[in-house]
């Protein structure tokens, strides 16, 4: 058995509205695990993970209603864990 320690992060983001419809700006996250990984119901000492994230970001508004979301991330000082670019694409539809 193995359970992850618990954690806290935090997602960050700035924008400039280049269009009514198009922003762009810098986002990131941080990542923190506070208590050790269990493997069998032991604390495994030194298996906290840590990550920073920064990178590159855009909203297009589709319009009131729907929107895309386009976020990459280039991941540094991580420990305990792979480092590497993440890309998220997201589309967010509001019901009325």
Not at 23 to 44: A, E, F, I, K, S
Not at 65 to 83: C, I, Q, W
Request: glycine share 10%; hydrophobic share 35%; net charge positive.
């Amino acid at each position: 058995k193995t359970r992850a320690g618990q954690a806290v992060h935090a997602n960050f983001a700035t924008e400039y509205a280049v269009t009514d419809k198009l922003r762009v700006g810098l986002n990131g996250y941080w990542l923190q695990q506070t208590t050790n990984t269990r493997v069998n119901g032991y604390g495994q000492p030194g298996s906290k993970e840590r990550v920073w994230a920064l990178g590159p970001g855009a909203l297009y508004a589709v319009d009131k209603n729907n929107f895309l979301f386009v976020n990459g991330y280039h991941e540094f000082a991580a420990r305990n864990r792979p480092e590497g670019l993440r890309y998220v694409l997201r589309y967010v539809h509001h019901f009325e």
